[in-house]
């Protein structure tokens, strides 16, 4: 379930990535190479429902608008291509030439019935990532597992090393290599408290806290049994010493990405310029992915997020902030500043283009808030509820739980991108994320914002996004 419904049929997310028209889960192999933003992904090639596994490929000159491109690494009679990262390996480390592409990504073999067999595999590519050859010497990683799998390479110091998962064991285990072919094994990370009978898609990496101080994030998917039940991506604050990842106690140093039902196997691009740390994350839910009605195509991205922290370790509190990859700008289309008492009416945009609303508000005595805009979402006391998704002919099993995230205090400020199918919610400026599909139909409906118990001084401010 994508897009809302237009006159002559579905209408795509405009400014998020969809296939044209196959099927699409994990976001794989970011990378930022000659200008473009690469987005493979785990794809079927072959139809519009997981299966066939290989990688897909798009581009893009500014994360908004993308470019399909031929399928980059194709399954074949011996192997699926799971999930995996991508490399630019400027010193042809790996014998495949300075400056190639190198994919690291997962060779699964087997059915349940024989036996599966996962192995980490290389492909490389000396066109800029557009053809990719899979390597003679393949596998490069292999630990006699079924479920060993998404493995994320990034460079440390002079060497490689790569996060992955044994998946059912639950364990992120830590590879170091000086050439992508040899791995050594350097660390386990385990945590009970997040038990699940797959950890999936991790990945590593340093920002920088307000002081200039290296804070290490560790980004796990965890399925079923996350925050919101099915899928969701954790994520932990922590030192790392080239070794060994060390979660971090304080609180707030742990927590989930998104507070809704659609973000999971998020990982971040490699080489993003300027320092920056982007993720893309798929935006859907394996409680139901596959039930969903079909489009001409099947699944999208969540829009890119931008990671950072705020506060330090010296003073005690640091927070992982997602602020949205920067927007298509288009034109004001409402505005109001002001007192409410009762109803606002907020022209609905989303019918004809992806828009951004922002919503400002103070709520003083009011006892409810009440936001409809595609989703309907209620802030009484210190909670924001999100109410279920009701809308479609069909209702995929848990499709239309509602959920719901603390948010105690008296102002907050939503800024929300809608898209056709989809609504995402930053939260005082990224401090929460909330992501939740929206049917067609809802997304059709009034736009509207009501305070009970007001007058509340509130800031409602929309923009089309092209
Ligand atoms: C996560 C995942 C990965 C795997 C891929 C297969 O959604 O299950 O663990 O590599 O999807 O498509």
Redesign the pocket.
Known sequence: MQGGAGPSGPVRPAIHYSPAATWL??PNGLIFHNSLWHLYY?TNPRGLT?GN?SWGHATSPDLAHWTEHETAISLDESE?I???SMVCDETGSAGFGAGALVAIY?S?RGTPDVGVHQTQALAWSTDGGFTFHKFAGNPVLDRDSADF??PKVFRHGDRWLMVA?E?VENVVVLYASDDLREWELLSEFRDPTAAAP?W??PDLFPLLDARGAAVWVLIL?V?PEALTGG?GTRYYLGDFDGVTFTPSADPGAQGWLDQGRDY??AVSFFDAPDDRRVMIG?MNN?EYANALPSQPWAMQMAWPRELSIAGSVSRGIRRLIQTPAPLPTGPETFSFDGSLAGDLTIPAVAATAPALVEVEIERGGASLVHLAIGLTFIWEADTLTVCPRIGLPERPAGFDRAVSTPLPGDSHRLSIIVDHGSVEVFIDGGHTVLTQLCPPALLASPWALRVTGGPVQIHVHTRRLV
């Open positions: 889960n994990d785990q997981w596994m699926e799971f999930s995996g997962t699964h799998r998404d998962v998946a797959t999936e898609c998917s399925n899928s999971y196997a798929w394996w």
